[in-house]
C-alpha cells in the first residue's frame, strides 16, 4: 500500500500555523488539514454531550487533556496516512514527551517537518487581538517548542507573507525525497 505524505507544521500557539495549513490545503487539494485545536474542539463537545463525567475516561482529568489530544493526534494521523490520504498536521510540540512520541510513531514515514516561527512581541499581539487564547500561552510554550524537533523548512510568518511562507514549504516539499 502507498502511504501518504505527512506534513508537521510545529509553532506557538499563534504563529501563523492554522493560516498557513489552510492556505497549503488550497494549494494542495489532495492534502487534508488536521489540527490540535480540531480535536481539543471535538472533545470539548463530547463533554458537552456526555454530561456523566464517568463516561469521559481519560479526558475526565483536566491535567490529561493537552497530550491526550496530543497522543490522539500523532495515531489518527498515522492511520489516516496508512490509508493513502496526505495529512498536514498543524500541531505545538511544547513537551519533549510529545515530540518524540511524533518522531517515534513516524520514524518510517515520509514527514516533511516545518518549524513556524515568529517573534514572541508579534505573538502576544496576536494573542491579544484574536480573544480565544490565553495572554502568555505562547510565551510559555515559546522556550521549549522547537527545542526537540529538527526540521526540513524553518519559516517565519512576521517576516514573510503567508504566501511566501507556503512557497518556501512547496519548495520544500518538490526536492523531499520519499522515503
Known amino acids: 500500500m502507498i502511504k501518504g505524505e505527512v506534513i508537521l507544521l510545529n509553532g506557538v500557539s499563534s504563529s501563523g500555523k492554522s493560516t498557513i495549513a489552510t492556505m497549503l490545503s488550497?494549494?494542495?487539494p489532495n492534502y487534508f488539514v488536521l489540527g490540535f485545536d480540531d480535536l481539543g474542539d471535538?472533545?470539548?463537545?463530547?463533554r458537552n454531550y456526555k454530561k456523566d463525567p464517568s463516561t469521559w475516561s481519560i479526558i475526565n482529568n483536566q491535567n490529561y487533556d493537552l497530550h491526550f489530544i496530543t497522543f490522539i493526534l500523532h495515531r489518527?494521523?498515522?492511520?489516516?496516512s496508512e490509508y493513502s490520504f496526505n495529512i498536514i498536521i498543524d500541531t505545538v510540540l511544547d513537551a519533549e514527551s510529545d515530540a518524540e512520541d511524533?518522531?517515534?510513531q513516524f520514524k518510517d514515514e515520509d514527514v516533511l517537518y516545518v518549524g513556524v516561527h515568529c517573534p514572541l512581541e508579534e505573538l502576544e499581539r496576536r494573542e491579544r487581538v484574536r480573544g480565544d487564547r490565553n495572554?502568555?500561552?505562547?510565551?510559555e510554550q515559546l522556550e521549549i517548542v522547537h527545542k526537540h524537533m529538527k526540521y526540513d523548512v524553518e519559516i517565519n510568518?512576521?517576516?514573510n507573507s503567508t504566501e511566501e511562507c507556503v512557497s518556501k514549504i512547496l519548495a520544500?516539499?518538490?526536492?523531499?525525497?520519499i522515503v
Open 157 to 159: 510568518t512576521y517576516e
Open 172 to 177: 520544500a516539499l518538490s526536492v523531499k525525497p
Open 42 to 46: 471535538l472533545i470539548s463537545k463530547m
Open 26 to 28: 488550497e494549494r494542495l
Open 76 to 80: 489518527l494521523t498515522k492511520v489516516i
Open 135 to 139: 495572554i502568555g500561552i505562547a510565551k
Open 102 to 104: 511524533f518522531l517515534e
